[in-house]
């Protein structure tokens, strides 16, 4: 019987195993805040809390001490075709130091739920060098399902010195990415939806239809559940490795603006330690509008 008994629990240990090593963690659980811990510390003088969302969404509800940074406000295409950044340093200073921003501060982001607009204040943030930024995961929507309050109340934070470090090693530009296209170590992906990647649906921004020669198709709902939560460590890993990705290849993400879609699959790749990965920040917008650059559909 004792035989059995050791025999049983060696069975249990080695499941166990297999199961840690099927579903890893999240590399970097830090990027992410959940709703019962965002509860805990609204409120408090070191957190700024951002909504990312346009401001009309805005001004009908959002959570309290939250103040407005609509993340398309942070694409500038005459900057992002200059040299890859998102918008300029002197911009970015102003808009991050206005919010009460500084180096002290703990920013949460958030949107209604769906990830790219949180995803994309949080890539600026980090780009220009603020470490310091969880997203809420699952945004407002989670937020309203647990019933958690919401107000109309406007804040006025007081102005600090946000000190703007660009890193340039995080985007891409046009010219690199034409030089780049037939790179085989390099994986440009699409994270716009099928029928933008086929041309079939052109959008408001964009020149023509299609995608650039040879991207991969990865739309970036691929990430969340139901609940617009991230996916778990292992399932966001398969849906990569689906397109051949690893951590070791070099990925180039890209959207429709350049921030939104392709910063929310940045995200999640950053999430399970997937750290190879840039933004070609001109994206679809940039790419589309010039007759001499080549598409596919």
Known sequence: MKLFQ???LA????????TVSANPAYTRPELLIETEELAKILGQPNVRLIDAVDPAGYQRAHIAGAVNIFYL?????????KNGFPLSQAEA?????EAGIDAATQVVVYDGGEGP???GVWFVLDFFGHKNVKVLNGGLRKWLKEN??????????????????????RVVTRAWVEKNLKTKDVVLVDTRSFNEYI????????????????????????FSDKMNTFKSADQLEKALNQRGITKETKVVTYCQTGIGRS???ALAMKLIGYDNVVEYAGSWEEWSADPRLPIEK
């Open 11 to 18: 069975v249990v240990i080695a499941l166990s195993g297999a």
């Open 93 to 97: 200073e102003k808009v991050f130091g």
């Open 148 to 169: 958690r309050s919401l107000t109309q109340d406007v804040p006025t934070p007081e102005k600090k010195k946000f000190t703007a470090k660009p890193d340039a090693e």
């Open 73 to 81: 406000d942070l694409a500038k295409l005459d900057e992002r075709k």
């Open 117 to 119: 607009s949180a995803s």
């Open 6 to 8: 050791r025999f049983l």
């Open 199 to 222: 041309g079939k649906d052109v959008r408001p921004g964009a020149s023509r239809g299609g995608h650039i020669p040879g991207a991969a198709h990865l739309e970036w709902t691929k």
């Open 263 to 265: 910063t929310d699959m």
